[in-house]
């Protein structure tokens, strides 16, 4: 399918123009970036796992009626999403303490919540992605009362989701980010999920042995983030069992 003109650049993904309007293109790089782009990599395979991951979770999200902005998978690196408008927030999903919130509060990493915490963060790189209170957001007008209401339901059930999903192949599901948009269809308006979900934005233990199979294996140069990706790829049957990592021919 030919792509049209780039629109959108971003750390792990570039946005094109769609086929038909009001469609987009997202082509998942092999770029890896951690502290707001302090560090920096390419990772052979990544890209290519990502696009399976979010393709696999984004419909397993849908089979279970919630809405999404994907249509389908073109290739390797490429899947046909629906245009939306993202709404400026990083809506973040903690089972367990993890990274900023242990650093920010003093809680030991693995301490477990007991209920979900969600929590918003403000999309915005040169301010480094802060954490806003739901007041924040009303009183700036990031989202009205109903639709923040909403994006709590919905990642509620996405973390159900993930979780059940997770835990059935031996993972631990910690914490995890969406992105979420609206989406305008025949003057009727609704949120859908957007953007990603892949181990980038995931923390993902295993239940066994704790080992981190996410993004904290590059953050925290624990070995070869390919290698771990793939090994949540195989456990979901996203991979043949005996394969072994996919390497870029160049
Ligand atoms: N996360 C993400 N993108 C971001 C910030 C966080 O995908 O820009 C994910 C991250 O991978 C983790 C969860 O959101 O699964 C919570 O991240 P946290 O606030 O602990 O931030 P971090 O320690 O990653 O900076």
């Not at 082509?27 to 395979?45: H, L, M, P, Q, R």
């Not at 934005?201 to 996410?214: F, P, V, Y």
Request: hydrophobic share 40%.
């Amino acid at each position: 399918m030919a792509k049209g003109a780039k629109i959108y650049e971003g750390k792990a993904k570039t946005l094109y123009e769609g086929p038909e309007p009001g469609t987009i293109i997202q082509y998942f790089k092999d770029d890896a970036t951690a502290f707001n782009a302090e560090k920096k990599d390419v990772i052979d395979g990544k890209g290519a796992l990502n696009n399976r991951f979010s393709e696999h979770f984004m419909q397993g999200l849908e089979s279970i009626g919630l809405p999404t902005h994907f249509i389908k998978r073109l290739n390797m690196r490429e899947q046909l999403v629906k245009r939306v408008d993202i709404v400026p927030l990083e809506v973040i999903v903690r089972n367990v303490a993890a990274g900023s919130m242990s650093k920010r509060l003093g809680i030991e990493e693995g301490t477990k919540l007991n209920r979900p915490l969600v929590e918003f963060s403000y999309k915005d790189d040169s301010l480094g992605d802060p954490l806003v209170a739901e007041e924040h957001i009303l009183a700036l007008e990031w989202a009205t009362q109903r639709e923040l209401d909403e994006m709590i339901s919905m990642a509620l059930r996405v973390n159900d989701f993930l979780s059940g999903t997770m835990h059935a192949v031996g993972i631990k599901l910690v914490d995890f980010k969406i992105e979420i948009g609206r989406l305008t269809e025949n003057d009727y308006q609704q949120l859908v999920i957007a953007d990603e979900i892949s181990p980038d934005s995931c923390r993902l233990w295993d239940i066994e042995t704790g080992q981190k199979l996410d993004k904290d294996v590059f953050r925290r140069d624990l070995g070869n983030l390919t290698d771990a990706y793939s090994e949540v790829a195989r456990r979901l049957g996203l991979l043949p069992k005996n394969t072994t990592t996919p390497k870029l021919v160049k």
